[in-house]
């Protein structure tokens, strides 16, 4: 049973425009979320984070938005650029925090030029 | 500042080979964490440690064993490799293991059992 859902395996944008990435979760004890950026061959690395008592957050070109009535937050990338192209794991927290994310698979962003 | 190391890089074992994956980190995190990624799919917890001198199971759990050696290494033992291990490992570890913490990812071991 997926918590963290991220229903588009993969996403093709051109070089310039919006990207936007949706996530959607089932556990309504989740009440932190995250977003990473994933090389090949590498370890995941901290893009944005939002808390359930807020529903944006903007840091230089990423925006994360978070929807709780509909369990859905989704990450913006504007303009998208050549070193976006990654795999993004969305990630939820619940409780105290001190066990662990739980990961969608991700969605593959290829940004073209 | 090396952040979170793990060794070895790559491992190819037999069905019913052990071995002991390493993960050390040089941020004086409290917390670390095991997790596994298959193909297509996001990472999933196998076990973490909130402290020193604890451990927890996590979601995928069987077949691993865990030791929190001191603050700054956590190993992950597999007694009996089986050819359903064969994944990426990643350790992480965080500063206290709270939900605002960012947790930092080692690169990853990648390994095959045969």
């Known amino acids: 049973d997926q918590q963290v859902k991220q229903n588009s395996p993969s996403l093709s944008v051109q070089e310039g425009r919006i990207s936007i990435l949706n996530c959607d979760y089932t556990?309504?004890?989740?009440?932190?979320f995250l977003w990473y950026k994933k090389y090949p061959a590498e370890g995941p690395t901290f893009l944005i984070s939002?808390?359930?008592?807020?529903d944006k957050n903007e840091d230089g070109r990423f925006t994360v938005f978070l929807n709780k009535s509909a369990k859905h937050l989704s990450l913006h990338i504007v303009p998208s650029q050549p070193g976006d192209s990654a795999v993004y794991f969305c990630?939820?927290?619940?409780?105290?925090?001190?066990?662990?994310?739980?990961f969608g698979k991700g969605t593959h962003l290829i940004i073209q030029p | 500042n090396a952040g979170v190391t793990q060794t070895p890089k790559f491992q190819v074992l037999k069905t019913g080979q052990s071995m002991t994956l390493q993960c050390a980190q040089d941020?004086?995190?409290?917390?670390m964490y095991w997790y596994r990624q298959d193909p297509g799919m996001g990472l999933r917890l196998i076990y973490y440690?909130?402290?020193?001198?604890?451990?927890d199971k996590g979601e995928v759990p069987n077949g691993y064993n865990v030791s929190r050696l001191n603050k700054r290494e956590f190993s992950l033992r597999l007694e009996s490799a089986a050819p359903s291990q064969t994944s990426v490992y990643f350790c992480?570890?965080?500063?206290?293991?709270?939900?605002?913490?960012?947790?930092?990812f080692g690169p990853g071991t990648r390994l095959t059992v045969l």
């Open positions: 992480a570890s965080t500063l206290r293991g709270g939900r605002t913490d960012t947790q930092y």
């Open positions: 556990n309504s004890m989740f009440d932190y």
């Open positions: 939002i808390s359930s008592i807020k």
């Open positions: 990630a939820a927290y619940s409780g105290g925090g001190a066990d662990g994310l739980t």
């Open positions: 941020m004086n995190h409290n917390s």
């Open positions: 440690s909130a402290s020193e001198g604890t451990t």
